[in-house]
T-cell receptor, first 112, second 109 residues
Framework: NAGVTQTPKFQVLKTGQSMTLQCAQD?????MSWYRQDPGMGLRLIHY???????DQGEVPNGYNVSRSTTEDFPLRLLSAAPSQTSVYFC???????????FGPGTRLTVL | KNEVEQSPQNLTAQEGEFITINCSYS?????LHWLQQHPGGGIVSLFM???GKKKHGRLIATINIQEKHSSLHITASHPRDSAVYIC???????????FGSGTQLTVLP
């Protein structure tokens, strides 16, 4: 099993550009989530999904969109990048809401 | 909203020392997770517990539901234990985890 994979590992964008961060898992997990990690702050939830076709907002959803067309994939879209979105992004999955969390390796995004 | 506080923020220890990292939360929870973030950035799950105590190798996690407090202990610490340790609480009514800001542990040889 590859576990949770994320691409790209690094990305530099200019303000106003859009992009999609990819996340995939091969463990048949229902629950997937996107977090951002900023210095001095805990991981903060952006969006999550409890199954294919079902998504919901987390703590900091503004400026991001998600969709879940399959169990395996959960892409995160930045609609119009802003410097405030410079962060490290982690995707995670688990069997259920309370299950052991499996994290991807992260994507380091810089918005100029 | 559940507030999760970790202490200390930074901890430096000598190899072989017994280490304790603390986590407090403000509302009742269904489960508490301890995670380890390696210097390279990857995050792995160490423990998930809702009561009592769990042990894995040199790591021990305990939780006191009444006190709203959990501890992570590392026995016979080693430089390879150097990492950021993060606790995260899951409230029964919330569909998400609330994370502490992490404890940076450095173990010196």
């Amino acid at each position: 099993n590859a576990g949770v994979t994320q691409t790209p590992k690094f990305q530099v964008l200019k303000t106003g550009q859009s992009m999609t961060l990819q996340c995939a898992q091969d463990m048949n997990h229902e629950y997937m989530s996107w977090y951002r990690q900023d210095p001095g702050m805990g991981l903060r939830l952006i969006h999550y999904s409890v199954g294919a076709g079902i998504t919901d907002q987390g703590e900091v959803p503004n400026g991001y969109n998600v969709s879940r067309s399959t169990t395996e994939d959960f892409p995160l879209r930045l609609l119009s990048a802003a410097p405030s979105q410079t962060s490290v992004y982690f995707c995670a999955s688990s069997v259920g809401l309370l299950g052991e969390q499996f994290f991807g390796p992260g994507t380091r995004l810089t918005v100029l | 909203k559940n507030e999760v506080e970790q202490s200390p923020q930074n901890l430096t220890a000598q190899e072989g020392e017994f280490i304790t990292i603390n986590c407090s939360y403000s509302v009742g929870i269904s489960a508490l997770h301890w995670l380890q973030q390696h210097p390279g950035g990857g995050i792995v799950s160490l423990f998930m517990l809702s009561s009592g105590k769990k042990k894995h190798g040199r790591l021990i996690a305990t939780i006191n539901i009444q006190e709203k407090h959990s501890s992570l202990h590392i026995t016979a610490s080693h430089p390879r234990d150097s990492a950021v340790y993060i606790c995260a609480a899951h409230s029964g009514s919330a569909r998400q985890l609330t994370f502490g800001s992490g404890t940076q542990l450095t173990v010196l040889p």
